[in-house]
């Protein structure tokens, strides 16, 4: 299963951590925009063509030491096209440096279009008879509160492609218990209950370390909650956003993982990304070198309290 083969890299490099690339042009240093926007103007094709700069930048600085990266969708579209093809291109330069890839898009339907959905990010394309993959991430983040008809064409891609999901569960965001907090008549938590789901839906694609192809977004802004769902959802693994910019620390994430310090990824995407924004007299050419400290101090940060990462 794909999850196997995130755990394999976590234990590898012993690194829970998954670097986000949610970039923003406050973000890029100015010299790439200047190179950029020389080339292509002040365009949607100057702005894709200096976050594909910057975010190689970043892969080449971090490849060796996190195992994943996990672009957001958001970031991309909102540059149309270009943008677009600037996430394919990042996808591509990252597994070419044997980082896992988790695309975020939250994606939400039912039917064929959820099959399309995950033809786009996790399968391949039919092109009239030839096949070619249109994203060719990893793993994919999915809303699930459509219910089953909407998980179901995921999980044929997952088995068939050998990719995961990794479904809402309980998030981040200050405002999730408006309606992950809320209970059944038995207190059965909602979370609790998409999280249950989770388990049922990849009963069959549990992979040889017990997890299954379905994962589930947990935060560590809610410690407790997380570790409450660790102990219910044994075969599920977790993606756990809310580390760093948003709050949670490692001690906040500690309860995500299993005895063997596995059983889940840690996100940090501003904390690496901007990490040269913090560096004082730092030369902005040296973004990447920032960011690669940052992974590494998360990396001992959670380490610290999770202990050694095995198999």
């Not at 699930?144 to 569960?169: E, M, Q, R, S, W």
């Not at 938590?189 to 998409?194: D, G």
């Amino acid at each position: 299963m794909s999850f196997d083969r995130l755990i394999e890299k976590i234990v590898e490099k012993q690194n829970p951590t998954v670097a986000g690339l949610d970039p923003k042009m406050a973000y890029i240093p100015e010299y790439i925009k200047k190179e950029s926007f020389e080339k292509y103007g002040k365009t949607l094709a100057g702005a894709a063509d200096a976050i594909l700069t910057y975010n190689k930048g970043l892969i080449h600085e971090l490849c060796d030491i996190v195992p994943a990266i996990k672009p957001q969708c958001a970031y991309y579209e909102m540059y149309g096209w270009q943008g677009m093809k600037a996430l394919a291109e990042t996808i591509e330069y990252a597994k070419s440096k044997g980082m896992f890839v988790i695309t975020d898009g939250k994606r939400n339907d039912i039917g064929t279009t959820m099959e399309a959905y995950a033809i786009a990010h996790l399968g391949v394309t039919d092109i009239d008879g030839e096949a070619e993959e249109a994203f060719g991430g990893d793993a994919l983040t999915v809303n699930g509160y459509l219910g089953t008809d909407g998980i179901k064409p995921l999980i044929d891609i997952c088995n068939k492609k050998d990719k995961g999901i990794f479904v809402l569960a309980k998030t981040s965001n200050p405002s999730s218990g408006e309606l992950q907090n809320l209970e059944f008549t038995n207190g059965e938590t909602v979370y609790l209950h998409m999280g249950r789901m989770c388990e049922q839906w990849g009963e069959d694609l549990t992979g040889k370390y017990g997890y299954s192809g379905v994962g589930a977004v947990v935060g560590a802004t809610y410690p407790e909650m997380l570790t409450e769902l660790r102990k219910e959802l044994p075969k599920t693994f977790f993606l756990v956003p809310g580390y760093g910019a948003q709050g949670g620390g490692a001690k906040d994430c500690q309860g995500a993982f299993d005895s063997n310090g596995i059983g889940a990824i840690v996100n940090s995407s501003r904390g690496i990304m901007c990490a040269w924004q913090k560096e004082e007299g730092l030369d902005e050419k040296d973004y990447a070198k920032a960011a690669r400290r940052e992974a590494i101090r998360m990396r001992d940060d959670l380490k610290s309290v999770i202990g050694e990462m095995k198999i």
